[in-house]
């Protein structure tokens, strides 16, 4: 619910907006990571590591060879004096000059055998068989990709599939990771519909389908959204609620003695972290911590200023509770006219090209059409006057 106030920059409680950068830092810094899991392997896709991962064996276990042929000592031609098998028994003693012994790929090739020659390479008479022999070839030495021990990943790595099957050849079975962060996701409003078109004085909720695909891509688990009528004492009563690590409040979010989430972020005693930013759109969001722990993250109801404050607020939160540091920023110069405001930063939707970014304009607060024509938001610092700004990636799915 919009709150009219004439005190922008500086509030009613008498303080400015904080500059957009240092309440994405803040966010940043507001929680320690979720305590880690030992899951199953098979629980564990798509997780952050919470502790380096170490190699439980060599890999290779062994000195194995890379072909099917024949392990050879010493120069040819070769007597074939056995045989072995991945899996199977090793060659029971060293191999001497002049003897081979067939090998399967991936078996563990005897002492003394100098190379592995692969049959196509060989010529074959009975037990006598002759070929080529360079020193080495063909043999996986133990260790020459992973040696025990050794660590091949560190914490906050995403587990993927290939973590997944690297994890298990080093004999993992489990892994430590960290929970996703579960949010809740509230939107609020008398106004706000949730299907269908909607009637004159209603307006379709545009936040909710947005935030959990968003959450989802920053590694959290966003539970259904849930509409809200205007109200502190709903809203009072929904934050209090149990069962997520975050709350996203998205309306009522205006400063000023009205101001339901801020009434209600008093009574519940909790600490505000960021209380306005000098951003446009989104200037009033907020994010504040419960005395529980558990972190609010206020959004405005004008959807892009929602996007635009749940990219500088929630993303950082999640990382931070996923134990992940903040992207390196990405840079890039602006293909296109671009004005920047005095006092506030603006975050300004991008299509990136091998041009620059380029404004798509339709960046109103209220609409999300240009961000739907984005690949990302550039930032424009107060006072701008050209030169590279980074970009916000807006993600794709
Ligand atoms: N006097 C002032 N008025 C306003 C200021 C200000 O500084 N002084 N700031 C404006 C800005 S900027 C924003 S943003 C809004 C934020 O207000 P609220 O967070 O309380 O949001 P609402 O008033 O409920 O909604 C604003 C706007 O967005 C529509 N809306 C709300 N929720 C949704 C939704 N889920 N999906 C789509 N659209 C939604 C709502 O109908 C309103 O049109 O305050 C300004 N006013
Ligand atoms: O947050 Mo408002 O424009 O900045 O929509």
């Known amino acids: ?3 009219l106030s004439h005190t922008r920059p500086e509030s009613a409680a008498g303080h400015a907006d904080l500059p957009w950068d240092r309440a994405r830092r803040l966010a940043a810094a507001a929680t320690l990571p979720l305590v880690a899991a030992e899951v199953p392997l098979s629980s564990a896709h798509g997780r952050r590591l919470a502790a380096a991962l170490r190699a439980l064996v060599a890999l290779p276990g062994a000195d194995v060879s890379a072909m099917d042929g024949y392990a050879v000592g010493g120069p040819g031609p070769w007597h074939v004096v056995g045989g072995v098998l991945a899996g199977g028994s090793p060659f029971p003693r060293e191999l ?7 090998i399967a790929t991936g078996a563990a090739v005897p002492a003394g055998a100098v190379c592995v020659v692969p049959y196509e390479k060989t010529e074959q008479a ?5 070929g080529h022999c360079e020193p080495g070839r063909h043999i996986r030495r133990r260790g020459e990709n992973v040696s025990e021990g050794e660590v091949v990943l560190t914490s906050g790595a995403l587990v993927t599939p290939a973590v997944l099957g690297l994890a298990a050849g080093l004999g993992h079975d489990t892994l430590w990771v960290r929970p996703r962060p579960i949010v809740s996701v509230l939107v609020t409003g008398d106004e706000v519909v949730g299907s269908g078109v909607p009637g004159a004085g209603f307006v379709r909720d545009a936040v909710g389908p947005m935030l959990s695909p968003l959450i989802a891509a920053a590694d959290g688990e966003a539970l259904p959204p849930r509409r809200l009528p205007d109200g502190a004492e709903v809203l009072e009563a929904a934050l209090g609620e149990p069962g997520a690590d975050v709350v996203v409040v998205c309306g009522a979010s205006s400063k000023g003695p009205a101001d339901h989430l801020r009434g209600v972020l008093g009574r519940l005693g909790a600490a505000v972290l960021v209380d306005g930013v000098a951003v446009r759109p989104g200037h009033p969001q907020a994010l504040a911590r419960l005395p529980g722990g558990r972190l609010v993250v206020g959004l405005p109801g004008n959807p892009f200023a929602a996007l635009a404050a749940a990219l500088t607020l929630l993303l950082p939160v999640l990382r931070a509770l996923d134990g992940r540091p903040e992207p390196e920023g990405e840079l ?6 671009v004005r920047a405001h005095p006092r506030d930063t603006r975050l300004v939707p991008v299509w990136r090209s091998a ?3 380029i404004p798509v304009g339709h960046d109103q607060p209220g609409s999300l059409r ?5 690949d990302a938001l550039a930032v ?3 006072g701008w006057e050209g030169g590279p700004v980074e970009l916000l990636a807006l993600p794709a799915r």
């Open 96 to 102: 001497g000059p002049g003897e081979a012994v067939e």
């Open 1 to 3: 619910m919009t709150v």
């Open 380 to 382: 424009v610092p107060p």
């Open 126 to 130: 009975g037990l006598l068989v002759s």
């Open 332 to 337: 890039s110069t602006l293909a296109g006219p």
């Open 370 to 374: 240009g961000a739907a024509m984005a």
């Open 355 to 357: 041009r620059g970014a």
